[in-house]
C-alpha cells in the first residue's frame, strides 16, 4: 500500500508540473485531428529510439483525460470476464526546452472484472508465462494500474549527434474476490538509451539498447479457512496438476535485454523509417519465500522489423506502416528433490529442460490517405489488414494448439467545422472489419483429459482463437477553445464498438468509452 501510494503521489506531482510548464510554452492550440495528425508525423517517436526526437516536429503540447470504459459480452477469453468497467485518468505532454526534449506521459485505472474465470494467481494471464494457476470458479476482480512513461533528448550536437533516453515504470494491483484468492503485485521497470546520427540533411542512423526488471508477487489465500477449495497449477495447453486447499504463494522475476537499429530518409515531401528490433527474456516461477522451489521458466525471444512511410503533398498525405514479428517462448520445467539430510537446506534441483514452446507470426499492414486543411486535416480515410499464426505446442504428452487468422478494417474520419469562433470541430469516426479463421486446433495428448483445464479453459480459448467474427464502430469527439485568446482546447469523445461471432456458441462483445479532457 506504501508504494502504491508513493507511486500515485509521484505521479500527480509530475503531471501537474508538467501540464503547467508546458502551458507556458505552448505556442498554439491543437484540435482534436490536429493534435492526432502532428503525433503521427513524428515519425522517430513511434520508434523506439528516444535521440531521433530532434529530427521530429518541435512543436509543445499536452492533453490530460478522465476516461471511462464499460465492456459486456460472452465473447471474449474466459479468463477476460464477460463484463469489464474502467475509469482512469490520462496525461501527456511534450516540452521543447532548446537545448533539451523532454516528453512524459502517465496514466492510472481502476478496473472492475466480473465473471473472470481460470485464473486465480496472475494479473496478466497473457503476457507470455504459463505457469500460473487456476480455479474452477468465476469471480469478480479488482485490478488497478500505473503506467508512468518519460523521454528525454539532447538536440544534434555539430549538427550529427544526439543522445536520447526512454524510460518507464508499470505497476499492478489485482485482487480476486473469490476463494481461492489472491493479492497479486506486478511492476515492470525499463530503460532505453539511444543515439543518432546524422549522416547529412537526408539520411539518418540509430541504435539503441533496452533494458527491463521484472516481478510479480502473487499471494493465494481464503478468507473460509475451514472450506478447502480445489485449483491447477498449469504447465501449458492444459497440463497440469490438481491441488485443494489454499493455494500457493508464487514470486515471478526475470530481466530482459534487447536492442534496435534505425535508419531515417527524409526529404521535403517524403518521410521514411526503417526499425529491426530484438530482445529476450528470462523469467521463472518459484513457489514460496521461505523454501523456495522452481517450477518453470520461459525463455521469450521476439524479433520484429517495421516501416514507416509519410509522403506530404499539397492536399493529400499518404501514411504507411508495416510491420512483421516473430516471437519464441520456450517453456522450460524443473524436476526438483528436497533435501531431507540433516542440513536441510531446502529444495534441491535435479533436472531441467524444454517441455513446451509458444511461436507467434505476425504483420500488419495499415494505410491512410488524408486529406489537409491547416494544420488539421478534413478527412481521412484507413485500412488495415493483421494477420497472426500462432502454434503451441506441450512436447511429452504431446498436445498442441494453433489459429490462423486474418483481419480486415476500413475506417473513415471526418472533422466537420462548426464554427471558426472558438475553433468549434466534430470529428467523427466509423470503422468495420471482419476476422476470417483460416485454420486452427486444439488436441490434448495428456493423461487427464478430463481436468477442466482441459474441458473448458483451453477448449474455451481455443474455440474464441478460431472464431469468425464482424467488427462495427463509431465515435465521435466535439472540441472548441475554451476562450478565444486561449490555446486551451476542451473535448469529449463517446465511442462505442460491437464485435459480434459467427462460430461455437459465442454470442456478441461491445466496448462503450467516454471521455472528457483539454489539450494545450
Same mark, same amino acid.
Given at each position: 500500500?506504501?508504494?502504491?501510494? *508513493? ?7 509530475? +503531471?501537474? &508540473?508538467?501540464? @503547467? #510548464? ?6 498554439? !492550440? ?114 488497478? *494500474? ?7 533528448? +539532447?538536440? &544534434?550536437?555539430? @549538427? #550529427? ?6 524510460? !518507464? ?129 520461459? #525463455? ?221
Amino acid at each position: 500500500m506504501k508504494q502504491q501510494n *508513493y507511486i500515485w503521489r509521484t505521479a500527480c506531482l509530475l +503531471t501537474l &508540473l508538467s501540464i @503547467g #510548464k508546458i502551458q507556458v510554452a505552448a505556442q498554439q !492550440g491543437f484540435s482534436m485531428a490536429g493534435l492526432e495528425q502532428m503525433k503521427e508525423q513524428r515519425i522517430w517517436f513511434h520508434s523506439q529510439n528516444a535521440a531521433g526526437t530532434a529530427l521530429d516536429d518541435l512543436q509543445n503540447y499536452s492533453d490530460v483525460k478522465l476516461n471511462f470504459q464499460n465492456t459486456s459480452g460472452n465473447f471474449s477469453r474466459p479468463q477476460e470476464g464477460e463484463g469489464e468497467r474502467s475509469v482512469g485518468v490520462s496525461s501527456e505532454g511534450f516540452l521543447n526546452l532548446k537545448d533539451a526534449y523532454v516528453w512524459g506521459a502517465f496514466s492510472f485505472s481502476q478496473e472492475n472484472k466480473t465473471d473472470a474465470g481460470y485464473n486465480a494467481s496472475i494479473t496478466d494471464p497473457f503476457r507470455g508465462m504459463p505457469y500460473y494457476v487456476a480455479d474452477a470458479y468465476k469471480s469478480s476482480w479488482r485490478n488497478q *494500474y500505473y503506467d508512468l512513461k518519460f523521454r528525454a533528448a +539532447t538536440p &544534434l550536437y555539430w @549538427g #550529427k549527434l544526439a543522445f536520447g533516453l526512454e524510460g !518507464g515504470y508499470q505497476a499492478s494491483l489485482a485482487a480476486k474476490q473469490r476463494d481461492p484468492r489472491v493479492d497479486t503485485r506486478f511492476y515492470i521497470l525499463k530503460l532505453i538509451p539511444g543515439i543518432c546520427y546524422a549522416i547529412n540533411s537526408h539520411h539518418r542512423l540509430g541504435v539503441n539498447f533496452s533494458y527491463a526488471s521484472i516481478k510479480e508477487d502473487s499471494q493465494m489465500a481464503n478468507s473460509d479457512s475451514y472450506t478447502d477449495q480445489d485449483y491447477y497449477e498449469l504447465f501449458g495447453l492444459g497440463v497440469a496438476v490438481k491441488g485443494i486447499g489454499s493455494g500457493r504463494t508464487t514470486n515471478y522475476y526475470g530481466n530482459q535485454f534487447g536492442g534496435s537499429m534505425q535508419y531515417n530518409y527524409a526529404a521535403t515531401n517524403l518521410n521514411l523509417l526503417l526499425e529491426g528490433t530484438y530482445s529476450i527474456k528470462a523469467e521463472t516461477a518459484e513457489v514460496s519465500y521461505s523454501t523456495p522451489r522452481k517450477i518453470g521458466s520461459v #525463455k521469450d525471444q521476439l524479433g520484429k522489423v517495421a516501416m514507416t512511410l509519410y509522403t506530404k503533398g499539397e492536399k493529400l498525405v499518404h501514411h504507411i506502416k508495416l510491420d512483421a514479428s516473430y516471437r519464441m517462448i520456450d517453456g522450460i520445467q524443473y524436476i526438483n528433490q528436497r533435501d531431507n539430510t540433516e542440513s536441510q537446506t531446502g529444495w534441491m534441483q535435479m533436472y531441467s529442460n524444454v517441455r513446451s514452446t509458444y511461436e507467434t507470426k505476425a504483420a500488419t499492414l495499415h494505410y491512410s490517405l488524408i486529406r489537409n486543411r491547416g494544420n488539421e486535416y478534413n478527412w481521412r480515410v484507413e485500412a488495415l489488414a493483421y494477420y497472426e499464426n500462432q502454434k503451441d505446442k506441450y512436447i511429452l504428452p504431446y498436445s498442441v494448439k494453433s489459429h490462423e487468422n486474418i483481419y480486415m478494417e476500413l475506417c473513415g474520419k471526418k472533422n466537420f467545422v462548426l464554427s471558426d469562433k472558438l475553433m468549434k470541430r466534430l470529428l467523427v469516426t466509423v470503422r468495420g472489419g471482419y476476422n476470417k479463421n483460416l485454420s486452427g486446433c486444439y488436441q490434448y495428448g495428456g493423461s487427464h483429459a478430463d481436468y477442466l483445464t482441459v474441458t473448458q479453459m483451453e477448449t474455451l480459448d481455443a474455440n474464441y482463437l478460431m472464431s469468425d467474427y464482424w467488427k462495427l464502430g463509431a465515435a465521435a469527439v466535439y472540441s472548441q477553445q475554451l476562450k478565444q485568446e486561449s490555446k486551451t482546447q476542451v473535448f469529449a469523445q463517446v465511442g462505442f464498438d460491437y464485435v459480434k461471432a459467427e462460430d461455437f456458441d459465442f454470442s456478441h462483445r461491445s466496448y462503450l468509452s467516454v471521455s472528457i479532457g483539454c489539450n494545450f
